[in-house]
């Protein structure tokens, strides 16, 4: 909380937001029904529908088949250049197909059974559940899931490629480096710390995040900027202060009479 | 329960949803730049251990001395290509690359709860109270009669 208190005079003028203001709005809108859908799903003048529902702010099928959601869903998700990810939300038995045509399927439980539930990735007991489900668990998730696959990926990598070291240094001799229970352990050693940080951490505290919400773009604070955004610490500080630290423990405890003495 | 910011302030602002869609935080730039790093960081760790351990050791040929004398032994002994004390040098890496793991841990931290901070601890507990009890006793004898004895040289690694 101090941290952020005494940032939030001097960093504030840097601060750029961008808002969802800052796309143009479409005006446009458009209704089609399901006899038009099967005169247009699966052939050429499905490509014209879809040119058509990007210029438009909200698309609405009405009156239209479980099959014919799943390919308005299929439609969207091979035809645009850009691939994108979709996602369906429904809470009857008729929505199925499209939900798990979707990469992304949420299912409603209601009155209409749990079919949706059943076959949807995610369930949620009413639809304004779906805006804090996407906008804010959505977001924190994927932040944390990136945090988690890239460290266990690095501390892998850095047990396996020092074993490459020591091999070159040992003439491939298949010489063992580590004792093999000790080798063994490294992921247990290591295992907790990364899993609690992927459950507990913040970026910044309450304060900070209702006073300055940022994006990518923005640079709202010194220090967060440096450690979170532009991954100062993790490419130079984190290696120099790795290097520095074992160099000392090293040193010491090799050049000196410390470990006996601990003894 | 990582939160970078509050759930009103993502449903306020929703273009920070941006990050998931633009797959900033996970791709393949990402991960490339992060498995180099790691290479990097690994030799670093190694020839930095190697070398204090090594140390003036290697001024006089590399003669052997026990670990932890003021002056240290050389992982090779002499010219002879034996080694000396493999498992120790090979505990001061490991004691290096998990005390740095630790800390790249303790980085991507943006804020620190009681359970972070008692994770983190206990881990460091782990790792040293395993070496320790581990290095210090080795079974001699059959069975359950072993007697448990202070003979691992690698007790004195960490």
New interface residues.
């Given amino acids: 909380m101090l941290f952020d208190l005494f940032l939030l005079p001097y960093f504030f003028p840097v601060f750029t937001?961008?808002?969802?203001s800052?796309a143009p709005p479409l005006a446009n809108g458009l209704v089609v029904d399901g006899p038009s859908l099967s005169l247009i799903l699966g052939t050429s003048h499905e490509k014209l529908l879809l040119e058509l529902a990007c210029s438009c702010a909200a698309v609405v099928a009405c009156r239209v088949s479980p099959a014919q959601k799943q390919l308005i869903v299929k439609m969207v998700k091979e035809g645009l250049p850009n691939k994108p990810?979709t996602l369906s939300i429904g809470d009857g038995a008729n929505d199925v197909p499209m939900i798990q045509e979707a990469q992304i399927g949420v299912g409603i439980s209601g009155k209409e059974g749990r079919q949706a539930v059943n076959s949807s990735d995610f369930a949620i007991a009413q639809f304004r559940f779906l805006?804090?489900l996407?906008?804010?668990h959505?977001?924190?998730?994927?932040?944390?899931?990136?945090?988690v696959?890239?460290?266990s990926?690095?501390?892998n990598?850095?047990?396996?490629?020092?074993l490459?070291?020591?091999t070159m240094?040992?003439g491939y001799s298949g010489?063992?480096?580590?004792?093999s229970?000790?080798?063994a352990?490294?992921n247990?050693?290591?295992g907790?710390?990364?899993?609690?940080?992927?459950?507990?951490?913040?970026?910044?505290?309450?304060f900070l995040?209702?006073n300055l919400?940022?994006?990518?773009s923005c640079t709202y604070s010194f220090f967060?900027s440096l450690?979170?955004e532009h991954k100062f610490?993790?490419?130079i500080?984190?290696?120099s202060?790795?290097?520095l630290?074992?160099?000392i423990?090293?040193?010491l405890?090799?050049?000196?009479?410390?470990?006996?003495i601990l003894? | 329960?990582?939160?970078?910011?509050?759930?009103?302030?993502?449903?306020?602002?929703?273009?920070?949803?941006?990050?998931?869609?633009?797959k900033?935080?996970?791709n393949v730039r990402?991960?490339a730049?992060?498995?180099l790093?790691?290479?990097?960081?690994?030799?670093?760790?190694?020839?930095?251990?190697?070398g204090?351990?090594n140390?003036p050791g290697m001024a006089n040929g590399g003669a052997s001395s026990s670990?932890?004398?003021?002056s240290?032994g050389s992982?090779w002994e002499g010219d002879t290509g034996e080694?000396y004390g493999?498992?120790v040098?090979?505990?001061?890496?490991?004691?290096?690359?998990?005390?740095?793991?630790?800390?790249?841990?303790a980085?991507?931290?943006?804020?620190w709860?009681t359970?972070?901070f008692g994770?983190?601890a206990?881990?460091v507990a782990?790792?040293w109270g395993?070496?320790m009890l581990?290095g210090s006793f080795e079974p001699v004898g059959d069975g359950f009669a072993a007697t448990w004895l202070a003979s691992?040289e690698?007790?004195?690694?960490?």
């Fill in positions: 937001l961008h808002d969802a800052d990810i805006e804090p996407l906008l804010v959505g977001r924190w998730n994927y932040r944390r899931i990136a945090k696959v890239l460290y990926f690095y501390k990598i850095v047990l396996t490629i020092v490459l070291w020591w240094d040992c010489q063992s480096l580590y004792e229970y000790i080798y352990a490294y247990f050693f290591l907790l710390p990364i899993l609690f940080l992927g459950i507990f951490d913040q970026v910044c505290s309450h995040s209702l919400p940022y994006s990518l967060l450690s979170v610490f993790d490419s500080g984190a290696p202060s790795f290097t630290l074992s160099y423990l090293t040193f405890f090799f050049f000196s009479n410390v470990c006996f003894c | 329960m990582v939160k970078d910011v509050l759930a009103d302030t993502a449903l306020q602002f929703q273009t920070l949803y941006s990050v998931g869609l633009n900033t935080d996970l990402v991960m730049q992060s498995f790093q790691a290479c990097g960081d690994a030799a670093i760790l190694y020839y930095l251990t190697l204090c351990f140390g670990p932890g004398a003021s240290p992982v080694g493999i498992w040098f090979g505990t001061a890496v490991y004691t290096n690359m998990v005390t740095a793991m630790l800390m790249k841990v980085l991507l931290h943006n804020s709860s359970y972070a994770v983190m206990f881990s782990l790792y395993f070496v581990y691992y690698f007790y004195y690694a960490p």
